[in-house]
């Protein structure tokens, strides 16, 4: 017998986490690689995409959502 008076707490039962795009660009504003990245919430994305900056500059994407352009370290 299934017993319904406790909530489910397996996989199937929580939602999925975020995945998030990081684009790297280049100085002309080209596309240098595309990275998926899946994390928590928009935060952690914003700390990942982040630390990825050097030479290029890095855009990070939720679906259509812009949500942030990290520009390259000179």
Not at 45 to 60: R, T, Y
Request: glycine share 2%.
């Amino acid at each position: 017998m299934l017993d319904t008076n406790h909530p489910r707490t397996d996989s199937l039962s929580e939602p999925p986490a975020p995945v998030y795009r990081v684009i790297l660009l280049e100085k002309d504003g080209a596309v240098a690689s595309v990275l998926r990245i899946v994390v928590d919430d928009d935060a952690h994305a914003m700390e990942a995409a982040k630390a990825m900056v050097d030479d290029h500059a890095v855009e990070l994407w939720d679906g259509l959502r812009l949500i942030e352009h990290f520009p390259a370290i000179d």
